[in-house]
């Protein structure tokens, strides 16, 4: 079985390889992806994660699926006063299909709040006799304590942001709703963790403050509990940034010298992200079949007025139906396939009404694009039109690997294929990959070292090194080399991602960077 699953399972490859265009609307993976969006950056999804659970403990018999979304794209660790609460005017959504409709059969919704404490006036400081509310979110140290702040404390928090988990089955707006609730005393709503402003605030460590926040959960319709966390953690994607959208500002020498592979920091490791995260009992999210897609998505009100005369609680007046504002379901989908004029439109839809992309995926752009950087002579274009090996990857998946019947774009996880408990290879299936050849085109070889079916595209996990995936791909490597010369090429952009860079244990991603 594991054989018939790699073999098939390598052509969806082709879905990142169509997913490194330089445009300029990109940041990172799918950060500030389409005009809108970066106007809107607290709904703002960055990266999408489905992946068998393989953290110790986690793995027997069906095990758990990990589904990670996060928001609010290259976040300064010192952007104080305020930092990165959620929009608590917004619904952020996890989507799993599990019977190949094409729409969400699962949805996890999320909503947030973070009013003042003290009755709307926050936390007051005695000044000539007068209580006088603070400027800042804290007043003190939120765990440890100094001398000369007084004992930390929660309290110290002047507007604590909490969340509630809605578990929907059926249509995200008139399927039945349940809550989801905390296993330890039934509440429905959580604390989330305030951001990590510094080691002065957080004086006993900052990851031990924030793992006091990971949830074990009731979810309605599942028979044992799954867990969930929300807060800041530090940015899960890396890519040479400024290198890659300068027209891949590198020497072709450089970027296929696999010597040269992780010689570049990642330019935005010192950024931080927020996620969304829920571990779910695999069988609690199969229906009758091992294949099941998902996708993030934030959805706000159709009208905002601003308020004149803004207050804390009220600077405007939000109504109307939910419109959803980003989307995010296979990595850089959005930023660097689609074309400028259709990104808003494709945040804006959903995965049934995809084949109105399909353009853009049966004749990519960034082939041709990195053939005129290089030269037609020393990185040409592969010329198979249309590009039918991206076609089923994109809209279909793979039969037999991870297609669950749906004709649409979504990450898709096949969980019959377990985790991988050992070391994880950073090509994740292409890591199972031999070179092309114009006999037989791309093969597999389950023999190879290093060789991980548990990877992308097989879902995807925050150790699956996607720009290089994407670089290799795009040029062919899954193409007869007659029609794709530069497919055996092994390119890079010199920034490694894999996964010792991240937790080995839920919620995977790393403790956030610190303000001080």
Not at 61 to 81: E, F, H, R
Not at 292 to 300: E, R
Not at 479 to 507: C, E, I, M, R, Y
């Amino acid at each position: 079985m594991r054989n018939r699953y790699l073999t098939a399972m390598l052509a969806v490859l082709a879905l990142g390889g169509v997913t490194l265009s330089a445009t300029h609307e990109s940041e990172a993976s799918s950060h500030r992806e389409a005009p809108f969006i970066t106007k809107n950056p607290k709904v703002d999804g960055t990266d999408f994660y489905m992946f068998r659970s393989y953290e110790a403990g986690r793995t027997a018999g069906d095990g758990y699926v990990t589904l990670i979304s996060n928001w609010q794209p290259l976040q300064d660790a010192y952007g104080g006063p305020n930092y990165f609460t959620m929009d608590s005017e917004a619904l952020y959504e996890i989507h799993v299909d599990n019977n190949g409709d094409s729409a969400e059969d699962i949805t996890f919704q999320f909503r947030f709040q973070n009013p003042l404490v003290n009755g709307g006036k926050g936390v007051e400081l005695p000044i000539g006799g007068q209580n006088v509310g603070i400027p800042l979110r804290i007043a003190g140290p939120v765990n440890g304590s100094d001398p000369n702040l007084g004992a930390g404390s929660e309290n110290n928090i002047s507007s604590p942001e909490t969340f509630s988990v809605k578990v929907i089955r059926g249509n995200r707006r008139t399927g039945t709703a349940q809550d989801v609730t905390n296993k330890a005393d039934g509440a429905t709503v959580f604390k989330k963790p305030l951001d990590n402003v510094g080691a002065k605030t957080f004086q006993g460590g900052y990851k031990a403050y924030a793992d006091k926040f990971i949830y074990e959960v009731n979810i309605p319709g599942c028979a044992t509990p799954g867990r969930i966390f929300v807060g800041q953690r530090a940015e899960s994607f890396a890519v040479n940034l400024g290198t890659i959208f300068d027209l891949v500002n590198a020497p072709l020498g450089v970027i296929t010298n696999p010597a040269l592979r992780g010689a570049v920091p990642n330019p935005i490791a010192s950024k931080n992200i927020t996620t969304t995260s829920v571990e779910i009992p695999t069988s609690c999210l199969k229906n009758g079949k091992d294949q099941i897609g998902g996708w993030s998505t934030a959805s706000v009100r159709q009208a905002r007025v601003i308020n004149p005369t803004a207050t804390y609680g009220s600077p405007s007046r939000e109504g109307g139906s939910w419109v959803q504002v980003s989307r995010l379901g296979s990595p850089l989908v959005n930023e660097v396939v689609i074309g400028l004029a259709d990104k808003d439109r494709f945040n804006s839809s959903e995965p049934k009404d995809d084949a109105q992309f399909a353009k853009y995926v049966t004749n990519p752009t960034l082939p041709k694009l990195v053939e005129l950087i290089y030269g037609a002579a020393n990185a040409p274009a592969p010329t198979a039109f249309p590009r039918t090996d991206l076609v089923a990857a994109f809209l279909t998946g793979i039969p037999g690997v991870n297609a669950n019947g749906a004709t649409s774009e979504m990450l898709r996880l096949n969980v019959a294929i377990g985790p991988t408990t050992g070391a994880q290879s950073d090509f994740g299936a292409a890591s199972c990959l031999t070179a092309s050849t114009a006999a037989a085109g791309a093969a597999v070889d389950t023999n190879l070292a290093g060789c991980d079916p548990a990877g992308f595209p097989n879902g995807r996990r925050p150790g699956d090194d996607i720009t290089d995936i994407a670089l290799r791909v795009v040029m062919g490597r899954l193409l007869d080399t007659t029609k794709a010369p530069a497919g055996p090429a092994p390119l890079h952009d010199a920034v490694l991602q894999t996964a010792s860079q991240f937790d080995s244990a839920f919620p995977y991603l790393k403790t956030p960077n610190g303000g001080t």
